[in-house]
């Protein structure tokens, strides 16, 4: 079960909880795919997002662990290592700015995941601080797929153009292009080396419009050519001339970022190259060096995992609070007998008679059985049909009815009926999980039946 008190994260189509994995007590993130099965838009966007995510594999890339369904409410659930930060924090964090070496470091694991991506034909479409996650040991790795689509020369369909976070979106984006390639993550890179020189966005228009007004201030109007190039209609045309002030806006760069900077947010889009040509940039191998992952700023506790309670501890099913309540009162009701019992030790010694009290107790047990005696003189003989009425009925007793479906498949007769889930679900309070691997749940369903069904337990939904 999920417990709303560790969502880590919400987006428009997706939640973020933090669990812990039973068995092994790994902190995992879970993130709630919402999905309506009468729109298919839905379906086939949740499907695409587990597709793509299967087929990268690497270092700087977030990585599928397993799936987890929710057998009462629309929704899948997609299981990750939990990751402890993320750019935008350590971006923006009191306590200083990033150095050169940390920004080269952090900046060669982005464009090493990038490269990863577009090699595979997978454009993320959605790069920005907050979906460049950080783990303990310092690893960026590129998160959040759900923008994500396939893209290449054998691809004849058009792409949307309402992609990317506005302050990060390529002016080609913003004109309307659906026939676009790795640019468009690359200008987004571009704009978080920016970012992380300043520690601040490098242009947060708050339109689409204002949004091309900065570009075109920073970088300059485009040729006229690109308006050909772009396949944009020839009336469209920035109102005014702007000259490339790049210099006096960020010259506060390195030479050497600087010039990478200027080829990640080149308005041709074909002038931007790719990751792997970012990657033999001059700024990677010009001193200071990139730190190693050890001078990272750190960003894990150990106290940040105590805050999933570990399902280990709570087979009982018990919530953490009520298993304390609970032996709380034993420990004080074992202390309250020791107490009595050490009383009534010193108050044997100075008691009266006890045969004086004992005649006491007889007296009154005997008047209590005189009574009981007068009552069942009252009451009719057995067997009469007045006893007959006044007994007390007994409770229901049920037999087990096998359908045709449990004869033909005993595991049926262990399986809730729907009605029969949406009672149990009632009184305990949340939804069964089921996970598995990817591989696990394939061949999970071809075998049969869950029997093999590795469990992943969220705490409380």
């Not at 969502?7 to 790994?26: H, I």
């Not at 298919?40 to 966007?45: A, D, G, L, T």
């Not at 993550?185 to 007004?213: H, N, V």
Request: aromatic share 6%; hydrophobic share 35%; charged share 25%.
């Amino acid at each position: 079960m999920v417990d709303s008190s560790l969502e880590v994260g919400q987006g428009t189509y997706s939640n973020v909880y933090k669990a812990r994995e039973r068995g092994t007590g790994r902190v995992v993130a879970l993130k709630k795919v919402r999905f309506d099965t009468s729109e298919s838009e839905s379906v086939r966007f949740m499907a695409r997002e587990m597709m793509i995510l299967r087929r990268l594999d690497h270092p700087n890339v977030i990585r599928l662990d397993g799936i987890a369904t929710s057998r009462m409410h629309r929704s899948i659930y997609l299981v990750f290592d939990f990751m402890y930060s993320d750019l935008a924090r350590l971006v923006c964090r009191p306590d200083g700015r990033l150095t050169e070496p940390q920004i080269k470091c952090y900046m060669q694991q982005l464009l090493a995941g990038l490269q990863h991506c577009h090699e595979r034909g997978i454009l993320h479409r959605d790069i920005k601080g907050s979906n460049l996650l950080i783990d303990r040991h310092g690893v960026l790795k590129i998160g959040d797929f759900g923008l994500a689509n396939y893209y290449g020369p054998a691809r004849r369909r058009p792409l949307t153009s309402r992609v990317v976070t506005l302050w990060y979106r390529a002016p080609e984006l913003l004109l309307g292009a659906t026939d676009y390639g790795a640019g468009v993550d690359l200008w987004s890179a571009g704009c978080l080396l920016a970012e992380m020189f300043s520690a601040k966005p490098l242009m947060p228009g708050r339109t689409e419009i204002e949004q091309l007004s900065r570009i075109f201030t920073l970088c300059g109007s485009p040729p006229d050519d690109y308006w050909r190039k772009m396949k944009l209609p020839s009336s469209f045309r920035p109102p005014r001339t702007y000259k490339p002030p790049m210099m006096d806006k960020i010259g506060f760069l390195p030479p050497a970022a600087l010039a990478l900077l200027a080829t990640l947010l080149a308005l041709d889009p074909a002038a931007r190259g790719t990751a792997g040509q970012a990657l033999q940039s001059s700024f990677f191998s010009t001193p200071p060096l990139p730190c190693d992952l050890s001078s990272l700023p750190v960003v894990y506790k150990e106290e940040e995992e105590e805050e999933v309670p570990d399902p280990a501890a709570s087979r009982d099913g018990r919530k953490p609070k009520l298993r304390e309540r609970s032996q709380k009162r034993r420990d004080s009701k074992k202390k309250a007998e020791e107490q009595s019992s050490y009383k009534g030790q010193n108050h044997n010694s100075n008691s009266p008679n006890r045969e004086e009290k004992a005649m006491e107790d007889t007296t009154k047990s005997g008047q209590k059985s005189t009574r009981f005696s007068q009552v069942q003189e009252m009451l009719p003989p057995e067997g009469s049909p007045a006893s007959q009425a006044q007994q007390v009925p007994r409770a229901s007793t049920y037999h087990a009815v096998m359908s045709e479906d449990h004869r033909s498949n005993p595991m049926a007769a262990l399986v809730p009926r729907d009605h029969d889930e949406q009672k149990t679900s009632r009184r305990h309070g949340g939804p069964e999980i089921r996970s598995a691997s990817i591989s696990e749940h394939e061949a999970l369903w071809s075998a049969g039946g869950p029997s093999n069904a590795k469990q992943i337990v969220v705490d409380r939904v």
